[in-house]
């Protein structure tokens, strides 16, 4: 009994295994790794949240048949929508970055190349 349940866990832990290196592309993620990848796979539902809107309200506007009521609440989704997207694309924007910044560090590289001029023998100053 004790080897047939050794040999479902096991066999249980290697498909868990092989889901997982599907879901993220590679069994070996750093945590900072992880979480970026989870904030990219949340940012992109949320981006499919605003292409869901935008279909209801562009469907509302169509069907409204000149309710100028209707009308006016399609276009509110419609503008609240991309207001919406815009501060997801923002989001993505500064996760990028910051993530980028966190591995350069983690690697021991320079975060950021900057071309600020220092005060040496070398620059003439």
Avoid at 70 to 76: G, I, L, M, R, S
């Amino acid at each position: 009994m004790k080897q047939l349940l050794a040999a479902s866990w096991s066999g249980a832990h290697n498909q868990v295994t092989k889901a997982g290196s599907i879901a993220w592309g590679n069994e070996n993620l750093t945590l900072p790794e992880m979480i970026g990848r989870a904030i990219y796979v949340g940012l992109s539902l949320l981006g499919l949240v605003f292409l869901v809107y935008i279909l209801i309200a562009g469907f509302k506007w169509m069907t409204a048949q000149g309710t100028e009521k209707q009308v006016t609440e399609a276009k509110d989704t419609i503008k609240n929508s991309i207001i919406g997207l815009i501060i997801v694309l923002l989001s993505f924007a500064l996760t990028t970055f910051v993530m980028g910044q966190l591995g350069a560090v983690q690697n021991g590289t320079t975060p950021v190349a900057t071309n600020v001029l220092t005060p040496s023998s070398d620059n003439g100053a």
